[in-house]
T-cell receptor, first 114, second 114 residues
């Protein structure tokens, strides 16, 4: 699976949008971009994923560039509870016989400030 | 369904003792993954099962680590002759067999070897 690069830390004011970037310049055509977050002392939580179109759900929006070499996770109105480590991961679809495990990097520590 | 359950949440053991952790995945998920996470790092893949078959175990850290999923439902991870370096969070995740959906992680078992 392709490698991703994220800034180690970011701050965001409460109520403002948090924009978390991720570079994945070696992404393959069948690899999806996934975002997870991990709040202290909990397991990672799935947020959103996408292939090439922008995606939105109740938690966040995912913007993927046209060349698919980078993406941005947007939390539209950050709250203190959004303080967490955010992981950007690329992975091909699960298929029989392949592990397709998620490979985590170090992620971005997002701190939402009051 | 209450998601992925892990037991115990915390375990303190003396060096040299054996420990066993349990994971109960989401009932309709055929795949089950074990990860280890040390302080300040992202989760590290250890092994995975599809139903009761362990299809990837080369990433287990040593022969002191073993995992089972005897009836394709819950799974156990055992560490024999624990060492201080085994102190970490052990995470379990489950997913359907195919497709592009995200994994669901449990809250983890935090192991401290003294």
């Amino acid at each position: 699976d392709a490698k991703t690069t994220q800034p180690p830390s970011m701050d965001c004011a409460e109520g403002r949008a948090a924009n978390l970037p991720c570079n994945h310049s070696t992404i393959s055509g069948n690899e999806y971009v996934y975002w997870y977050r991990q709040i202290h002392s909990q397991g990672p939580q799935y947020i959103i994923h996408g292939l090439k179109n922008n995606e939105t759900n109740e938690m966040a929006s995912l913007i993927i560039t046209e060349d698919r070499k980078s993406s941005t996770l947007i939390l539209p109105h950050a709250t203190l509870r959004d303080t967490a480590v955010y992981y950007c991961i690329v992975r091909a679809p699960i298929s029989s016989g392949s592990a397709r495990q998620l490979t985590f990097g170090s992620g971005t520590q997002l701190t939402v400030l009051p | 369904d209450t998601g992925v359950s892990q037991d115990p949440r915390h375990k303190i053991t003396k060096r040299g003792q054996n420990v066993t952790f349990r994971c109960d995945p989401i009932s309709e998920h055929n795949r089950l993954y074990w990860y280890r996470q040390t302080l300040g790092q992202g989760p590290e893949f250890l092994t995975y099962f599809q139903n009761e078959a362990q299809l990837e175990k080369s990433r287990l850290l040593s022969d002191r680590f073993s995992a089972e999923r005897p009836k394709g439902s819950f799974s156990t991870l055992e560490i024999q002759r624990t060492e201080q370096g085994d102190s970490a969070m052990y995470l379990c995740a489950s997913s359907p067999t195919g497709g592009i959906g995200g994994y669901t992680f449990g809250s983890g078992t935090r192991l401290t070897v003294v």
